[in-house]
């Protein structure tokens, strides 16, 4: 079924930016709704950004707009209140992996530089005049990733990773042939013609999809992620985190990196582009340190020395009522009192202060003193 795109420019007036985007293109000839825009309102599902493609100067069309808020001069794209525009432009790769070498084109250029056919399809917005490439409209209809040209892998290697993440998130099927090329520009090494960077800010977009384990799936199935990784949809641990605390993304790297050989998983998370923080959190959380001693323990106070220093995240990963009570109770009771209070009371300074304060803690953890300054300090002076 050929996209309609008057009815498609129906819906673009819905959303809530559809009407201003419309009212700013009137008169101004060149301007397009692109891309994922297009795919998604022609399959009626409401599109995750507004992309649109000027031929020529995007300037007029950005000022009525209201000005941009972000721009990337190397591509010539801008974002003003959540509409992303870019100026229309073919594109050539000096070499595999390398960043293209860009130039001002026409919106058909623009479209036969993108990663897939269902990708390739813009709407006029002056005039609703659909442009497409081949097999655009009948991928869309039967649901299917094409890529537009035998060397697209080979010219950018990301575009295996958003090959993962669309057909996770789209549930599209991979076309044979782009199967095939997948597979071939992999078993030839694309991979490693583009900087771990780039390629862990792939995994990074991978880990924050509505699905990421569906995406991790897709992405493990074209052999673009280590030996031992295993995709793991670690749901309990995820639903122990409390709202706006934990990474939920690292808890669903860690949880499937649990199978890595550390000496390969960390070197790894260092190519990839992970911070030091971000790296030593999965490796702890992935080889759950914490686990035995934490489902072992019995009391309160055994509950807090299994789990005190750990991340929330390998916590939660460990699992069981006690890393629940832990996340929800027991992290949360502080004394009263500070080793401030000991050195008055005559202990002297060394590391004699934090035992003791820790005993008067696991006191009160256990309740076996009450939560006042009195006890506590009667406690730890014991």
């Known amino acids: 079924m050929p996209v309609d795109g008057h009815d498609l420019l129906k819906r673009l007036a819905e959303l809530p930016r559809g009407r201003a985007v419309l009212d700013a293109a009137r008169d101004m000839p060149g301007v397009y709704l ?3 825009a297009v795919r998604d309102l022609a399959r009626g599902v409401v599109p995750r950004e507004v992309d649109l493609a000027v031929e020529g100067d995007p300037d007029p069309l950005l000022a009525a707009l209201g000005g941009a808020d972000v721009e990337h001069e190397r ?6 209140d959540g509409v992303d525009v870019v100026r229309a432009r073919a594109e050539s790769y000096p070499q595999p992996g390398a960043l293209p070498e860009v130039r001002p084109g026409t919106i058909d250029d623009d479209l036969e530089r993108r990663d897939f056919t269902v990708n390739a399809i813009a709407v006029a917005l002056g005039d609703a005049v659909v442009h497409a490439v081949d097999h655009a409209g009948e991928d869309l209809d039967a649901r299917r990733l094409r890529v537009l040209h035998d060397a697209s892998f080979r010219d950018d290697p990301t575009r295996l990773w958003r090959l993962a993440r669309y057909a996770a998130r789209l549930r599209f099927a991979i076309e044979d042939r782009t199967l095939q090329l997948a597979s071939e520009a992999v078993a030839d090494g694309v991979l490693g013609t583009v900087s771990g960077v780039r390629m862990g800010n792939e995994l990074r977009l991978a880990l924050r999809e509505p699905d990421p384990v569906a995406a991790l799936v897709e992405a493990t199935s074209l052999g673009l992620l280590p030996a031992g990784f295993v995709p793991v949809r670690p749901d309990d641990a995820v639903a122990l985190l409390p709202t706006g605390e934990g990474r939920r993304d690292l ?23 992970f911070t030091a923080a971000e790296r030593d959190l999965v490796a702890a959380a992935s080889r759950f340190v914490t686990g035995a001693p934490l489902r072992a323990a019995s009391t309160p106070s055994q509950i807090a020395r299994a789990a005190r220093g750990a991340p929330i995240e390998a916590v939660a990963l460990a699992g069981g009522e006690n890393a629940r009570r832990w996340i929800d109770e027991l992290r949360h009771v502080e004394l009263h009192i500070t080793g401030d209070d000991l050195l008055a009371a005559g202990v002297p300074q060394g590391p004699e202060i934090g035992e003791r304060l820790r005993r008067a803690l696991d006191r009160v953890l256990d309740g076996e003193i009450p939560p006042q300054r009195d006890a506590e300090l009667a406690a730890a002076l014991e």
């Open 251 to 273: 808890v669903i790297l860690a949880a499937s990196c649990a199978g890595m050989d550390a000496r390969a998983m960390l070197p790894w998370l260092d190519h990839m582009g």
């Open 75 to 80: 591509f010539g794209t801008a974002t003003v």
């Open 34 to 36: 692109v891309g994922g």
